[in-house]
T-cell receptor
Framework: RKEVEQDPGPFNVPEGATVAFNCTYS??????FFWYRQDCRKEPKLLMS???SGNEDGRFTAQLNRASQYISLLIRDSKLSDSATYLC????????????????FGKGTKLSVKP | GAGVSQSPRYKVAKRGQDVALRCDPI?????LFWYQQALGQGPEFLTY????????KSGLPSDRFFAERPEGSVSTLKIQRTQQEDSAVYLC??????????????????????FGPGTRLLVL
């Protein structure tokens, strides 16, 4: 079993739709949580960190449930430019300290927003 | 400012050939990570440097993989006797933060890992 599991996707939605991505992680010692976005043949880029209280950034809302080891990302009013692969990421804090450590990525869920 | 750069961007190697992949992190970034991303998968951790010290190499898949960062800036990932299963995108990431448990909120942006464009390796 992978340490970070995501919806297999792909998701094909019309512009303006609301899309929800779900993710579970198996290591209860995970400390930090993130959503990254990766465009086709590009590098991953941090979309947002996920905090226990939940957080919002414009049309994007992230939630974390530590008890269930579950992370979600909601995109409202989706745009064509939101088309990408969304990667759920947790950290593994190594012995060397540091808050982020090396990142454990899910497989990613591809989103295609159509006109 | 300049981001993380990697070279070459594409590399085709014959099975058994040695390859060297270069990463130039963002200037001043202390931490440097290498990841391997196979087609259709998320990136997987290979190794981590803090300055010139390689503190974690638990993700290197075999002893054919070797990484170094001798002066604490540029890093090289070397793969000896390449195999077809080594075909992947090799991503380098750097971040500012170094030591310290519990980075305070005002410093958390500095822990963000910035990724380079990757080197796409194809082994024939």
């Amino acid at each position: 079993r992978k340490e970070v599991e995501q919806d297999p996707g792909p998701f094909n939605v019309p512009e303006g739709a609301t899309v929800a991505f779900n993710c579970t992680y198996s290591n209860s010692a995970s400390q930090s949580f993130f959503w990254y976005r990766q465009d086709c043949r590009k590098e991953p880029k941090l979309l947002m960190s996920v905090y226990s209280s939940g957080n919002e950034d414009g049309r994007f809302t992230a939630q974390l449930n530590r008890a269930s080891q579950y992370i979600s990302l909601l995109i409202r009013d989706s745009k064509l430019s939101d088309s990408a692969t969304y990667l759920c990421v947790v950290n593994r804090r190594g012995n060397y300290g540091g808050s982020q450590g090396n990142l454990i990525f899910g497989k990613g869920t591809k989103l295609s927003v159509k006109p | 400012g300049a981001g993380v750069s990697q070279s070459p961007r594409y590399k085709v190697a014959k099975r058994g050939q040695d390859v060297a992949l270069r990463c130039d992190p963002i200037s001043g970034h202390v931490s440097l990570f290498w990841y391997q991303q196979a087609l259709g998968q998320g990136p997987e951790f290979l190794t981590y440097f803090q300055n010139e010290a390689q503190l974690d190499k638990s993700g290197l898949p075999s002893d054919r993989f070797f990484a170094e960062r001798p002066e604490g800036s540029v890093s090289t990932l070397k793969i000896q006797r390449t195999q077809q299963e080594d075909s992947a995108v090799y991503l380098c990431a750097s971040s500012w933060v170094s030591e310290g448990q519990g980075v305070p909120p005002e410093k958390r942006r500095k822990e963000t890992q910035y990724f380079g464009p990757g080197t796409r390796l194809l082994v024939l």
